[in-house]
């Protein structure tokens, strides 16, 4: 069964940016994960995001800081996609027709066309090649 398509995806950089150290995007992604808590937007995302922030803060030797992030991430979720075959499957196909975008973003842009999800919460810019998905940027 199919995500209700009102869903929108969140990209591990809004919680990295959130718990991280200062930066310019960290107050907000703060905000919108205010907004996401207080459930004016619903919000799914994909096993591989939560690798992401698995890998990203282990590698930085900051497992309390993993725990915090890939926890806070799980509990706003409304679902966890799996990443499928049929997923992988398109995230070819994708790295394909457009070679500037990551391997990781192609992963992401695909569970999200497969499952009918059109718009993501994200900083990064390159979703923005992407156009069968809408990135909403923390910017804005």
Do not use: W
Request: proline share 6%; with cysteine; net charge neutral.
């Amino acid at each position: 069964m199919k995500p209700p398509t009102f869903y929108k995806f969140i990209d591990a950089n809004l919680i990295m940016y959130s718990l991280g150290s200062h930066h310019p995007l960290r107050e907000p992604c703060r905000e919108f994960l205010k907004k996401i808590k207080d459930g004016l937007i619903q919000v799914i995302t994909n096993t591989e995001v939560l690798q992401e922030i698995l890998y990203r803060f282990f590698s930085i030797k900051k497992p309390s800081l993993a725990a915090l992030a890939y926890t806070s991430l799980v509990e706003i979720c409304v679902e966890i996609l799996p990443v499928t075959h049929k997923d992988m499957d398109l995230a070819l196909e994708l790295l394909k027709k457009y070679p500037e975008i990551t391997s990781r973003d192609a992963v992401h842009a695909a569970t999200m066309i497969n499952c009918e999800i059109r718009e993501i919460l994200s900083a990064d810019s390159h979703f923005d090649l992407i156009p069968e998905i809408r990135r909403i940027s923390p910017e804005r």
